[in-house]
């Protein structure tokens, strides 16, 4: 079976991903709600369209100036929906927004978007799953997974042969305390 850690690496887009991104624990709530609007965004398309869209969504969204995103209003959605170095998906652009103002509202009660995830950790996948889509918009397995596999939340991003993935334990990824509690 060929996997993301067989074929990424040496790719323009997907090389520099896999091997300084997917998988590291994320922090900052702006680099965490970027990976989440890019996971919506990819849905029913290829990661590689994503990512060579990559710097026009982060432009297009106020380099995920959370609060600024919350306040779009129809100017903003309408300025998106015409803009072509974006995916123009009315749906996705609305969760987007969407999830900005919630994930306002998480950073008022916790502090912060990581800090929410902190709080919820340890969960399975199902439980995230779950929790993602009683709380966002746009949300499923795959979006949720993959979005907390890329931020380090849950085990998946390289197989252990993977020179990357020595680099990921040694950040230390909060799914490693999952699997070091699990009997």
């Known amino acids: 079976m060929t996997t993301y850690c067989d074929v990424a690496p040496g790719h323009p887009f997907h090389g520099p991903y896999h091997d300084t991104e ?3 624990p994320v922090r900052d709530d702006q680099r965490l709600f970027e990976r989440f609007t890019l996971e919506i965004n990819q849905a029913g398309l290829s990661w590689l369209t994503v990512l060579k869209k990559r710097e026009n969504f982060r432009a ?6 959370i609060d600024r995103v919350s306040s779009y209003g129809r100017r903003e959605v309408s300025r998106l929906l015409r803009d072509p170095g974006i995916i123009r998906n009315r749906l996705k652009i609305d969760a987007v927004i ?7 509202a998480i950073r008022e009660q916790h502090g912060s978007f990581a800090a929410w995830l902190d709080a919820q950790h340890p969960l399975t996948r199902e439980a ?4 993602f889509k009683n709380t966002f918009r ?8 993959e979005f907390l596999i890329s931020t ?6 390289h197989i252990r042969t993977c ?3 020595q680099l990921v ?5 909060p799914w490693i305390e999952r699997t070091a509690a699990t009997p």
């Open 22 to 24: 997917y998988g590291f």
């Open 163 to 165: 020179r990357v993935f």
């Open 128 to 131: 995230w799953v779950k929790l």
């Open 60 to 65: 297009a969204f106020d380099r995920y100036d």
């Open 152 to 157: 380090g939340y849950l085990p998946g991003a």
């Open 138 to 145: 746009f949300t499923g397995g795959e979006i949720t997974g």
């Open 98 to 104: 969407e999830n900005a103002r919630v994930i306002s």
């Open 169 to 173: 334990l040694k950040k230390n990824p």
